[in-house]
């Protein structure tokens, strides 16, 4: 019974945090046709179904990784610095994505985006906002432009 107990809550968890970091970080929320990354972890079939058994083994497998002192409990500790890895690899992976977008959308290759690329692209956001986020008032968008307004407290 604990064990269908652990492999609910780290379900519970996996499933709130994938989705509420989606939810997040996509404008139109969950998208799904993709699944998030960590339920083809656990579906080792590919059948787009986690049956029983590949929960319990994909969640053996996630409970080792967090217990890295290998004591056989989770601390508190060990949670947080494992909740902080994930958070970190998943705002990795988006920036990646936002790189990789931008330099798409850059089609004279000039390192900026102007209000045409950004609507040719479909940037909605920064179509919507690109006034606001053209600080220096250039017509263009350049990255520097875009972390300012990334930065913790920044508007």
Known sequence: MKHVTVISMLLTGL??????????????????????????????????????????????RMFNDIDTNKDGFISKEEMQAHHKVMHDEFREGMREKMRDHWKSADKDGDGSLSRAEVEAAHMKRLSRDFDKLDTNKDGKLSEDEMKMTMRPGAK
């Open 15 to 60: 499933a709130g945090s994938s989705t509420a970091l989606a939810d997040h970080h996509e404008s139109g929320g969950m998208q799904t046709e993709k699944l998030p990354s960590a339920f083809s972890k656990f579906d080792k079939n590919s059948d787009g179904r986690i049956s029983r058994d590949e929960a319990r083994e994909g969640s053996d």
